[in-house]
Nanobody
């Protein structure tokens, strides 16, 4: 089970980015797929989560209405569309794959998002 994130970069406040998380060695539809982020000096926090099969999603209060998590099962890829970005969204964003049984908890290497003018 492996995931690779891409799509990070430098964007001005109010701009948009789309992060991608490409899975290999597993089928994303069978797993909970999430995006987390970690800013300097802060703990890693959940940003958005999509349940297995994509049946439901939930978001951190700080990103509700601005970020959208989605899946493309044909491409075995999960996305995080980020709109109306703010400087406080600056962080390393990580993709996570999780399933309770048999237990799977896999992290990607992370992709840097910097929101600055």
């Amino acid at each position: 089970v492996q995931v690779v994130e891409s799509g990070g970069g430098l964007v001005q406040p109010g701009g948009s980015l789309r992060l991608s998380c490409a899975g290999s060695g597993f089928t994303i539809s069978q797993y909970v797929m999430s995006w987390y982020r970690q800013a300097p000096g802060k703990e890693r926090e959940l940003v958005a989560r999509s349940t297995s099969g994509g049946g439901s999603t939930d978001y951190a209060d700080s990103v509700k209405g601005r970020f959208t998590i989605s899946r493309d099962n044909a491409k075995n890829t999960v996305y995080l569309q980020m709109n109306s970005l703010k400087p406080e969204d600056t962080a390393v964003y990580y993709c996570n794959v999780w399933r309770p049984l048999p237990r799977v908890n896999v992290w990607g290497q992370g992709t840097q998002v910097t929101v600055s003018s």
